[in-house]
């Protein structure tokens, strides 16, 4: 990966950078209310020798930056803490005096600063006075050298105690500041890494990373396709539709020299929107005016006959075992010429049935009498069924859904496929997330566009009796219709 891939991965997955963000805050935050008040009082001290010319002034010097640091120790001595614990007026012990001293020397000078920090800034500005008091003693004490009455060091208090007016702790803006800075890096890093392990087909470029076979299609997700899966009334001019239509189109082209008229529909594994996908084909290649079969042979999870509102009881299984004729369980849907054959009653062995000569005998006789046969299966990787009835179809089209389906387990379906030696017609990346643009373009310049209410033509009713006897017409009709197939359906059984 270049630095543009880490930076379409942490664009891609920029929720990953905003909850580290938020995360770091509400860290920074508690740590923040958590943390008691500290007050700090400073003294700075100037270390000095006695000298008699310049070469004794530059050798005192050198002698007192020297001494600096020692001193720095000196100041956070248990010694110094002893002392200082044993005046009175702060109520602190030495270990506790002790843990309140810091202190550093100024670089390159003679001054040494003390620091004492307390949660009480009166009893910090006690104890930084008797530091001051005790030190200056305690170090004139240890520079005197035994029979002589005066110290060759001396420390005088330059600066302070001066207790500054806010709290050194806690402290908000370098609190916040720092928590921003590591949820940018921790977000930024999490982003990166999923982009990495992730293994989920997301567009034609994984794809191509599996197998060489064209993607036929893109088909975004859609809300409404949990409640109606079918492209049926307003959804004829959504994008889904328009996706499936293209679909149509490319399958149509796909090997001209080989033209697919029996497809397999299938997928990798469960829950990728196959049969969905089988039954909208089947009505797109019917509304483009082809005569179309679409066959149930997923008899394992059977959902075409129950996205269709058709009775599935008695079908393709039947049919297989000897049990009824093809035209008895055929049944007509919409008002195109499509056929469906559902599944029938669920057999103990698929396998068998769809490896059978009774399907390719059946096949055979089908591609006579219809333009294209849609045949749904189950999934590649669980069951065998796809891939033996792939081999009785001119080819198979692989569901893939997006975000969900991975490259190993595509990889793997069109292992299943090359191992019966089963053409692979292509792909259909399956609930895509759609763009904005496409789907307000689709809604409002699509096929079956509505007019906007502004150009409407108003145009003279039909006479209500004619419109009735239509009406009574066509309900007739259906109802012939609807009673021949029950009447077919229980001379079958």
Not at 197 to 218: H, I, K, M, N, Q
Request: charged share 25%.
């Amino acid at each position: 990966m270049d630095l543009r891939d880490y930076l379409h991965a942490v664009r891609k997955r920029w929720w990953f950078v905003l909850l580290a963000v938020a995360a770091a805050a509400g860290v920074a935050a508690l740590v923040t209310a958590l943390t008691p008040a500290r007050y700090a009082t400073s003294t700075t001290f100037f270390v000095t020798t006695a000298n008699q010319g310049v070469a004794d002034a530059y050798q005192g010097e050198l002698f007192s930056q020297q001494r600096v640091k020692s001193y720095t120790d000196l100041l956070t001595s248990d010694r110094l803490a002893r002392a200082v614990a044993g005046r009175a007026g702060h109520g602190l012990s030495a270990a506790e005096v002790q843990s309140r001293i810091s202190a550093k020397a100024v670089p390159g000078t003679v001054l040494l600063r003390s620091t004492v920090t307390d949660r009480d800034g009166d009893r910090s500005r006690a104890v930084a006075d008797a530091v001051a008091s005790e030190f200056t003693a305690l170090v004139e004490e240890l520079e005197t050298p035994p029979g002589r009455s005066t110290s060759s060091v001396k420390v005088a208090v330059v600066s302070g105690p001066t207790l500054q007016s806010t709290p050194v702790a806690p402290r908000p803006v370098r609190n916040y500041t720092v928590a921003l800075l590591v949820g940018l890096v921790l977000g930024a890093a999490a982003a990166v890494l999923r982009d990495v392990l992730d293994t989920t087909v997301r567009g034609a470029d994984s794809l191509r990373e599996v197998t060489p076979a064209p993607l036929l299609g893109t088909i975004p997700f859609d809300a409404a396709a949990r409640q109606s899966p079918l492209i049926v009334a307003d959804q004829r001019r959504s994008v889904r539709a328009e996706a499936l239509r293209q679909l149509r189109t490319n399958l149509q082209f796909v090997d001209v020299d080989r033209a697919a008229r029996s497809i397999v529909v299938t997928s990798s594994v469960p829950d990728e929107g196959k049969s969905a996908t089988a039954a909208n084909l089947a009505i797109m290649f019917a509304e483009g005016g082809r005569r179309v079969l679409l066959v149930e042979a997923d008899m394992r999870r059977p959902r075409v006959a129950e996205y269709l509102g058709l009775e599935g009881a008695i079908g393709l299984s039947n049919v297989l075992a000897g049990h009824a004729e093809i035209d008895d369980v055929l049944q007509r849907w919409g008002k195109h010429d499509l056929w469906v054959l559902p599944s029938g009653a669920l057999p103990p062995n698929p396998s068998e049935l769809l490896g059978s000569q009774a399907l390719v005998d059946l096949l055979d006789r089908m591609r006579e009498r219809f333009d294209i046969v849609i045949i749904d299966t189950p999934p590649l990787l669980p069951v065998t069924d796809a891939a033996v009835a792939t081999v009785r179809a001119d080819g198979a089209l692989v569901v893939v859904r997006c975000g969900r389906t991975t490259r190993p387990q595509v990889a793997t379906a069109v292992r299943a496929l090359a191992a019966v030696d089963a053409r692979l017609l292509g792909f259909v990346l399956n609930m895509t997330p759609p763009t904005r643009n496409e789907d307000y373009y689709y809604q409002s310049h699509g096929p079956d566009a509505r007019p906007r209410l502004d150009r409407v033509e108003v145009t003279a009713a039909p006479p209500v009796a004619r419109s009735t006897e239509n009406a009574t017409e066509k309900v007739g009709n259906a109802a012939e219709k609807v009673g021949d197939v029950a009447e077919r359906v229980r001379s079958a059984r």
